[in-house]
């Protein structure tokens, strides 16, 4: 069975500009959350997405926004890019209950 | 939602058995408590989720005493590639991933 995959699994980008990730979780699953995660501040819940719709939100701006299609693949985009937002940008797919399987992440610098 | 506790960083010798605590004091009747770990650079992977009592599969043993306001991960006879960051999570997925463990095995 494929895991989670994420593309593209590095990227550099200028501040200012805007970036789109892409994620496929495990067939059959239907949520899919999104993490970012820097040294300084660890592993954050950006938001989760269940059968098209944001089912939860983390306390992040707006400049970070994602969707899910129909076949459970999500993409995350963040518009007017800042230093801060380098990170691992991390995603995780479940089925049931609570566990999830996270992808390899997308490592961002944002120069 | 529940906080956790767990040691920022333990030290271990390979082939020893290692045992990581994780404090939750305000579990919710419903919380599940769930381990992952997490190597440089790559995605946290799920080890072990249990409810109460004992929880054992094929990495490790999850153990939970009757008042489940804390947890034990277990690691049978660690090696050099167990080093890494273990985190304990209470309840849903949106449960906020503490600092975790880092732990170290040492040849």
């Known amino acids: 069975k494929a895991g989670v995959t994420q593309t593209p699994r590095y990227l550099i980008k200028t501040r200012g500009q805007q970036v789109t990730l892409s994620c496929s979780p495990i067939?059959?699953?239907?949520?899919v959350s999104w993490y970012q995660q820097t040294p300084g501040q660890g592993l954050q819940f950006l938001f989760e997405?269940?059968?098209?719709?944001?089912?939860n939100k983390g306390n992040f701006p707006g400049r970070f926004s994602g969707r899910q299609f129909s076949n459970s693949r999500s993409e995350m985009n963040v518009s007017t890019l800042e230093l801060g937002d380098s990170a691992l940008y991390l995603c995780a797919s479940r089925k049931e209950r609570y566990e999830q399987y996270f992808g390899p992440g997308t490592r961002l610098t944002v120069t | 939602l529940a906080k956790t506790t767990q040691p920022i960083s333990m030290d271990s010798y390979e082939g020893q058995e290692v045992n990581i605590t994780c404090s939750h004091n305000n579990i919710a009747t419903n919380d599940y408590i769930t381990w992952y770990q997490q190597f440089p650079s790559q995605g946290p992977r799920f080890i072990i989720q249990g409810y109460k009592t004992k929880v054992t599969n094929e990495v490790a043993s999850l153990f939970i005493p009757a008042d489940r306001k804390s947890s034990t991960l277990s690691l049978p006879r660690v090696s050099l590639s167990d080093t890494a960051v273990y985190y304990c999570?209470?309840?849903?997925?949106?449960?906020?991933f503490g600092p975790g463990t880092r732990l170290s095995v040492l040849p």
């Open positions: 067939s059959g699953h239907r949520s």
């Open positions: 997405y269940f059968s098209e719709t944001q089912r």
């Open positions: 999570l209470v309840g849903g997925p949106l449960e906020v």
